[in-house]
């Protein structure tokens, strides 16, 4: 593994979800900064932090420095040429595991596609700063200029669009094709180790790879499943994750796009995690989805590894969704397969008559302000 610094924020699930993002890219943090605020203007961080990661960084000599936020291109460069070494911020580093994740074909172009956008907007400033004379070889693009090397990258970009235009077209023919033969579908969404993979081994008997790591899945598997003599169709996805920018949703749209398409949404929900960290995935989610143009009465919240946390502390944690008004809440244990059996009632019985529960059509948008705020 790469030794790598860690730059991320000043609290304990900000840590573990950068620490697990460094682990999936195959990166060993071998220290770590804290700080709470990470969006100064030159340099991310201010000049006596910067000061004191030069001497961490001449002394422990990694060979990345990871930033966990979003850092526009001059911040990047500024860091870079202070010290001397490649500076990987929390876009570049996602898109790092979305290679190393991707197998299918479609994920592969999906990543690449992520990767021009990425660099796109990257472009402008790297050749600003050839053209000044200021090109270190990690941002160095030789000496095309402007017009040239952005050009090329629209036109990889509209090539990569429209293979993937081919394969959504594909994609709607499979689902003209279940429809015609009466098959109900069911996705799996959420937030990335939520156990959205390990629900899908349980509910179907697969044996889908499964682990504590970020972005196990990235292609979507989709698996017949039986409830009550009737077939159903049920598709794992891949997770959400927080600051996800547009264009990765975007890049990911004709995977994603199945989630508007789908007759069920299972959001699943780590309930064991901190209040904070609930909240904070909660509400990433619960955006991703509204940008995705999901409608929010084909969601059933599936509230995992219930198995972990006494039944009062769920009763809470869910009061503090806003979800006690809900009619398709339920916890569940995918490792154990606690309440698995009435989660296939649950949908069993919404499939049939969605009409015959008082729904709250407008909580979600109740939850996106409480969160948004």
């Keep these: 593994m790469k030794s790598a610094i860690l730059i991320t924020y000043d609290q304990e699930d900000s840590i573990n979800e950068a620490k697990g993002l460094c682990d999936a890219a195959g990166y060993e943090v071998v220290h770590i900064i804290q700080q709470d605020y990470l969006q100064k203007p030159k340099y991310g961080i201010s000049g006596g932090v910067l ?34 070494r490649e500076i990987l911020d929390r876009e570049g580093l ?37 053209n000044m004379g200021e090109q270190p070889g990690f941002m160095g693009i030789g000496k095309f ?13 509209q090539t990569l669009r429209s293979k993937l235009e081919k394969a959504g077209k594909q994609r709607e023919l499979h689902r003209q094709g279940r429809k015609r033969l009466g098959f109900k579908t069911i996705s799996l969404a959420g937030y990335t180790s939520a156990g959205k993979t390990t629900l899908f081994n349980k509910v179907t008997g697969e044996s889908r790879a499964q682990s504590k790591e970020l972005f196990t899945t990235l292609t979507t598997t989709t698996r017949r499943l039986t409830i009550n003599q ?10 959400f994750i927080s600051k996800l920018p547009a264009y990765m949703i975007d ?36 955006r991703t989805l509204s940008e995705l143009g999901v409608e929010q009465d084909k969601i059933i919240y599936v509230l995992n590894k219930d198995d972990l946390l006494k039944h009062d502390e769920i009763n809470r944690k869910i009061n503090i969704l806003n979800l006690a008004e809900n009619k398709k809440v ?5 490792k ?9 009632k649950l949908i069993k019985n919404i499939t049939m008559s969605q009409n ?17 705020n």
């Design 230 to 239: 009737e077939p159903f169709l049920i598709a794992d996805t891949v997770g």
């Design 251 to 286: 890049a990911f749209k004709s995977t994603l796009e199945e989630l508007t398409y789908t007759d069920i949404i299972l959001l699943v929900i780590d309930i064991s995690d901190s209040v904070f960290e609930l909240k904070k995935k909660f509400s990433s989610c619960m």
């Design 336 to 344: 154990t397969g606690k309440n698995v059996n009435e989660l296939k």
């Design 145 to 157: 200029e402007v017009d040239v090397y952005y050009n090329d990258i629209k036109h990889r970009m």
């Design 356 to 372: 015959s529960y008082n729904f709250n059509r407008n909580s979600f948008e109740g939850v996106k302000e409480t969160f948004d």
């Design 51 to 84: 000061e004191r990661l030069e001497e961490i960084a001449d002394k422990l000599r990694p060979e990345v420095i990871i930033f966990d936020e979003i850092l526009k291109p001059s911040q990047n460069y500024n860091l870079a040429s202070a010290l001397h």
């Design 94 to 130: 996602i898109l790092e595991i979305f290679e190393s994740r991707a197998s299918s074909a479609e994920s592969k172009l999906q990543v690449k596609l992520a990767q021009l956008r990425y660099e796109m907007a990257r472009a402008k400033e790297k050749v600003r700063l050839a």
């Design 330 to 334: 339920i916890s569940v244990s995918a």
